[in-house]
């Protein structure tokens, strides 16, 4: 049990930070978005491992230069952000997949939590932390750009500022989730907890609530029944918080037909 | 008092003249009233005046003159995951439960409301709602702008009724954007008829001819002038 106390720490504050930012994301519905999003981490973290440094950083970078592309993008054209990213997200994941050297390409698409050190850990302990604390200072303003920006800039919010921080917000949780789930499943610890929280919350606080609940309880059943069975955790955390969805989906089937 | 001086405002969206040349003033308490067919840039003054959108020529509030805005329209789902009293309290830490009571009376909402889903209230409520949520700032001026197709003539009749209170208890002023005639007759203190430029500007009675509804709708017969009525 030791041996995973450290793996299980991080894997529950980087699912807490990542399933609070998903609840904006699903008020946003920015859902699909975010998803292809998470592939844009893999060339970064291939030209970081080419080049020896932290793949982290590699993600990280990446990330946040796209984010601030889309922000651009959103306010300066009118192109579709769902074809722009539809089109150049899943060629990043291609670009990525093809100069990832292969016996790192697995790890990077679905995750190993287990291989992080002990310095990584708390970082990415502490960064998790810092993204709540941020989420939780801004959230009544994200909410409102959310429900309806005209409004919000009426009481001197300023959109597209939130946007920016909130995108690089995304960024920052997607770069912390990919070592846990991976490039390929990290849409998934950002969106599904929040999703699941959604079918059966009425409230924003019961909302954020459920989300970070959900996503906790699946990433800390992740790690335990991966260590127990010899997995890889990311996939068992993502079908676990599946699971959490469809019993969700028919709590709300039974409230609405009821 | 002046509180509002508009001079030689236009204002484009992608390069498209959607106001040309627009010129009033509006007075402490008063009503003013912009009428217009759909697409006559409206929504687009009103966004204008608050600084919502940019604009050319001058737009001058009186010093210290806080505006409310309640939008047309809100494109939200109807599970949205917010109560209606959460989405009072988003103003920030500043709103109390006894403000929110407070401004529900105001807008003769059932303060059972609040905790229904913002998204599952009907439309009608959710004007109510948007417009005690502007209220909640103190504003001096409520800038009103009409949902069309949404409201069932009762509910926009209330709706009025709740806005005419409002100006009266609160002494606030008014500017809305309306489709109903009968409203700006009974109401308004000044009206702005308006497609793209500003086609009268006055009293109601006295700008609003036959013709002058005839050339601002183009031609459609949409509204006359009842002698009794006045």
Redesign the interface.
Known sequence: MQEITLPLLVAVFVAASASLLGSFAI?KRMALVGDALSHVALPGMALAILFKFNPFLGAVVFLAVTVAGIWVIEYRSSLSLETIVGVFFTASLAIGALIMPEHDLIEALFGNITSLSTAESLISIALSIILIVLLMFIY??L??NM??Q??A???GINNKRLELIFLLSFALAVALGIRFVGALLMGSLVIIPAAS??NI???????MYGSVIFGVTAAGAGIYISHIYKLTPGPIFIIISASIFLATLLMRQIRIYS | MKILEVKNLYSSINGANILEDINFDVNKGDVLAIIGPNGAGKTVLL?SL???IPYTGSIKWAQGIK???V?QR?D?ET?????VK??F????PSITDEKIQETLDFVQLDKRLLKK??GEISIGQRQRV?VA??VL?SPDVLLFDEPTADIDIAGQESIYKMLYHLQKNLGLTVILVSHDLNIVYRHAATVLCLNRKNLCYGAPKEVLSTEQLQSLYGGEKVFFQHKHHL
């Open positions: 008020l009544k303003r909410t409102l429900v309806s005209e409004m800039q009426s009481i929280a959604k919350a009425k409230s924003l606080r019961a909302f | 966004k608050i600084g919502l505006t409310g805005y939008p809100m939200i599970d949205v995951p917010l109560t959460e989405f309290r988003l103003r920030g889903g913002f948007l949520w502007a700032g």
